[in-house]
């Protein structure tokens, strides 16, 4: 039976609703793993370290789903993605959340002086920490109610912080990475793949004279 990608142009709400469930039910996965494998002996030799780099990596591939919900959007001609964007955001939020409180409880056993000490001292922590704290207005506009009053275009503008965020995690991941460059390099590709073709779609609103493309708010 072949399945036509022409099928899920307009798929009901019924549906939607369902694959939103079901990202978040994958997106809960690496949380699972690591809850179930403290006990089960499945992080390894050092449980922190596996616990930070899973979380870190769960946040930049949650950035990585969250900026390609457009594209898909638009080569799939599917518009209805856009309603799976914000989970895919509070996802990554989620895991960065996880991620920066392992690293202060863990890493550094909450010594404020410390973490600060720590932050302005070592260059790939600074630009994570950029990357955390540029990511919390994203997650604290991500409510109808608050959508609502900024207003479209505000809320657009905050949220073009994405792309800096993107950028940001490729460095920090960058600049953390000791000898094989291999993950850090396959993001920066992914995100140059992923705000290229918005940069290309814009140059060509623009030079078409048609009104920018502008990212939609979440409708639902
Ligand atoms: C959007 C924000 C962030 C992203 C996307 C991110 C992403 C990552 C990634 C991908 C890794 C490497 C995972 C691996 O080795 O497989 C990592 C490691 C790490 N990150 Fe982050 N991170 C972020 C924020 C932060 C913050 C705020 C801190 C602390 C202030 C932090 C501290 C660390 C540390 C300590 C490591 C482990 C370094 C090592 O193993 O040597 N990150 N992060």
Redesign the pocket.
């Known amino acids: 039976m072949a399945i036509h990608l022409n099928n899920f142009r307009s798929p009901s709400a019924t549906f939607v609703q369902r694959v939103k469930w079901l990202l978040i039910v994958l997106g809960m996965m690496p949380l699972l793993r690591l809850i179930a494998g403290f006990p089960l002996g499945w992080l390894g030799a050092n449980p922190i370290?596996f616990i930070?780099?899973?979380?870190?990596?769960w946040?930049?591939?949650?950035?990585a789903v969250t900026l390609s919900i457009t594209p898909l959007r638009k080569l799939l001609n599917w518009p209805w993605l856009i309603r799976l964007r914000r989970a895919a955001g509070l996802l990554?939020?989620f895991?960065?959340s996880l991620?920066?409180t392992?690293?202060?409880w863990f890493?550094r056993f909450f010594d404020v002086d410390d973490?600060i000490k720590?932050?302005i001292k070592?260059p790939?922590?600074?630009?994570?920490?950029?990357?955390?704290?540029?990511?919390i207005p994203l997650a604290a506009t991500s409510k109808n109610s608050i959508i609502k009053k900024l207003g479209a275009k505000r809320w657009q503008r905050i949220h073009y912080l994405i792309y800096l965020?993107a950028i940001?995690?490729?460095i920090?991941?960058w600049w953390?990475?000791?000898k094989d460059l291999t993950?850090?390099i396959i993001?920066a590709v992914v995100f140059a793949v992923l705000l290229g073709v918005r940069l290309i779609w814009k140059l060509r609103s623009v030079s078409s004279e048609k009104p920018p493309l502008v990212a939609k708010p979440p409708s639902d």
């Open positions: 370290e930070t780099r899973s979380t870190g990596t946040t930049i591939v949650g950035i990554a939020f895991y960065a991620h920066f392992t690293y202060i890493d973490i720590d932050i070592r790939f922590i600074t630009v994570g920490f950029a990357a955390f704290v540029l990511l965020i940001l995690a490729v920090h991941y953390l990475v000791k993950q850090p993001y």
